[in-house]
């Protein structure tokens, strides 16, 4: 079966401080990756992605996610938070077999504080 | 990337009723789908939006309850029938746009906010 998993419901963070926000994933065969935000009231913004090559990937608004194989980890991370980050990050995993099927996380809030 | 908007934003109906949302893209997109979010959980997906043929709907989702249409490239509607308040959710549409295996991505709409009374 695949799935993702995000172990941390809430994540708190002060402004400017680094944020981390993880994802582990289970797949059968080469992972396809995506992280999305998704504001209050609102829908899900695509942040970035990985499908092959550099495991360090850049993406919208400074977030940045590093792919690792042997952890089968896909962690958000962005250097500097602001408190404009404060949202809901949704890990996700696109089906080996069927591309058009994705499997998200249960999601995991941010909090910056100011 | 592609920009999507849905209709109604949200709406608060009656058990027993039926509410039809709009979801239109700006460009043509082969694939769409539907996926709904019940309240403080993660994304599922409905059921995959074909053009000018019947949705595949995913395990535990059927036609009569989630009657899709899908008569362009451009736009789908989703209705939800004879509504409890377990379909209290949001619903988003979704595209996926595919050049090349680096730009293939999917793409999410605002969402509806149903709510049943």
């Known amino acids: 079966a695949q799935s993702v998993a995000q172990p941390e419901d809430q994540v708190n963070v002060a402004e400017g401080n680094p944020l981390t926000v993880k994802c582990t994933y289970s797949v059968s065969g080469n992972p396809y990756l995506f992280w999305y935000v998704q504001y209050p009231n609102r829908g899900l913004q695509f942040l970035l992605k990985y499908i092959t090559g550099d495991n360090l990937v850049k993406g919208s608004y400074g977030f940045e996610a590093e792919f690792n194989k042997s952890q089968t980890s896909f962690h958000l991370k962005k250097p500097s938070a602001l408190v404009s980050d404060s949202a809901l990050y949704f890990c996700?995993?696109?089906?080996?077999?069927?591309?058009?099927?994705?499997?998200f996380g249960s999601g995991t809030k941010l909090n910056v504080k100011p | 990337s592609a920009v999507i908007s849905q209709k109604p934003s949200r709406d608060i109906c009656q058990r027993g009723t039926s509410l039809t949302i709009q979801c239109q893209v700006d460009?043509?997109?082969?694939?769409m789908f539907w996926y709904r979010q019940q309240p403080g959980q993660s994304l599922t997906l409905i059921a995959t939006?074909?053009?000018?043929?019947?949705?595949?709907?995913e395990s535990g989702f059927v036609i009569d309850k989630f009657p899709i249409s899908r008569p362009n490239l451009t736009f789908s509607t989703l209705t939800v029938s004879n509504m409890s308040p377990e379909d209290s959710s949001i619903y988003l549409c979704s595209v996926r746009l595919f050049r090349t295996a680096n730009t293939d991505t999917q793409y999410f709409g605002p969402g509806t906010r149903l709510t049943v009374l």
């Open positions: 996700a995993v696109r089906d080996t077999y069927n591309f058009n099927k994705f499997y």
């Open positions: 460009s043509q997109v082969t694939m």
């Open positions: 939006a074909n053009q000018g043929s019947e949705a595949t709907y």
